[in-house]
């Protein structure tokens, strides 16, 4: 088991609003990842981290940035939401040395 | 693009069957591969990692076959617990990231 946490659970935000999803482990992990996934669908890379100060966009472009000012911490900011960014967000990470990813419980966002 | 490939779903099996899921790989050099499970609305769970030719915990059995690329994934005596969506993942290599496939949805039914 793993321990990583995501906040918050879920979020109903209006048009426009600046967002930030909160992620967080205490394990250590130096490599952090951000999935986006619709209902029934494929999950979607969109940004990962090796280490601080460490980010990549990923497969999926996405409107959303990330920062990994601490290893633990690895929040995804959205400057203007739209009903686009309606979503599942979930955050992974991987302890050093394999590739197996922890997942956090999500955020589910809805954007008005 | 690598690509992970698995059975299109849903499976609807009795309790009490045996199923069995494949994915295929397209990227020959991966060498680490997962099975997750993921409930409706929730996270994907780590089921098994398999890293050499196979893997069995319990009522699960992953297989790996490199030559023909692809894992699968054996299910015995499904429980009504065992519904949900089985994602099969691969590392690729070296990269740290995961590929995950689509998922199979199983439903298992009394």
């Known amino acids: 088991e793993a321990d990583i946490y995501q906040t918050p659970r879920y979020l109903v935000i209006g048009t426009g609003k600046k967002i930030t999803l909160e992620c967080s482990q205490t394990?250590?992990?130096?490599?952090m990842y951000w999935y986006q996934q619709d209902p029934g669908m494929e999950l979607h890379l969109i940004h990962y981290?090796?280490?601080?100060?460490?980010?990549e966009k990923g497969d999926l472009s996405s409107e959303s940035t990330v920062s990994r000012i601490r290893t633990e911490h690895f929040p995804l900011t959205l400057e203007s939401a739209r009903p686009s960014h309606t979503s599942q967000y979930l955050c992974?990470?991987?302890?050093?040395?394999?590739?197996?990813?922890?997942f956090g419980p999500g955020t589910r966002l809805t954007v008005l | 693009r690598k690509e992970v490939e698995q059975d299109p779903g849903p499976f609807n099996v009795p309790e009490g069957a045996t199923v069995a899921f494949n994915c295929t790989y397209s990227?020959?050099?991966?060498?680490?591969f997962f099975w997750y499970r993921q409930d409706c609305r929730k996270e994907p769970k780590l089921l098994m990692s398999?890293?050499?030719s196979g893997n069995e915990d319990g009522r699960f059995t992953a297989q790996l076959n490199r030559a023909s690329q692809y894992i699968s994934l054996l299910i015995r005596d499904s429980k009504l617990s065992d519904s949900a969506t089985y994602l099969c993942?691969?590392?690729?290599?070296?990269?740290?990231?995961?590929?995950f496939g689509k998922g199979t949805k199983l439903s298992v039914i009394p």
């Open positions: 394990m250590g992990h130096d490599k």
């Open positions: 981290s090796y280490g601080v100060n460490s980010t």
């Open positions: 398999v890293y050499s």
């Open positions: 992974a990470s991987t302890q050093g040395g394999t590739d197996t990813q922890y």
């Open positions: 990227n020959s050099a991966s060498q680490s």
């Open positions: 993942a691969d590392s690729g290599a070296g990269s740290y990231q995961l590929t």
